[in-house]
């Protein structure tokens, strides 16, 4: 995940490097609202786990988790590129 990550993400995109466990947590540009983008990325066949899920308090509407367990490496790599490009298409809007 993380060499996709790596090779697809646009450059504005902030991800952790677990070293162990189940999940990668990544920081979206300020711009880009996860719920929004959530919708995008279904209708490509890629999910993820809004980040402000994860707050009580609400906010941090720019953050994602996503989960390297329990799926096959080809599948992975296809989604991370799916979320890549999307990535990018949204990085893009902004400038």
Do not use: C
Request: net charge negative; aromatic share 10%.
């Amino acid at each position: 995940m993380l060499d996709t990550i790596e090779k697809t993400f646009p450059k504005e995109v902030e991800y952790t490097r677990p070293e162990g466990g189940m999940f990668l947590w990544v920081t979206l540009p300020e711009y880009i609202n996860t719920k929004e983008l959530l919708v995008k990325s279904l209708s490509r066949g890629v999910a993820f786990v809004q980040g402000s899920a994860f707050y009580p308090n609400g906010g941090h509407e720019n953050t994602m988790r996503l989960n390297f367990s329990g799926l096959k490496e080809d599948k992975i790599i296809k989604g991370i590129t799916i979320l890549g490009e999307l990535l990018k298409e949204e990085v893009s809007k902004s400038h």
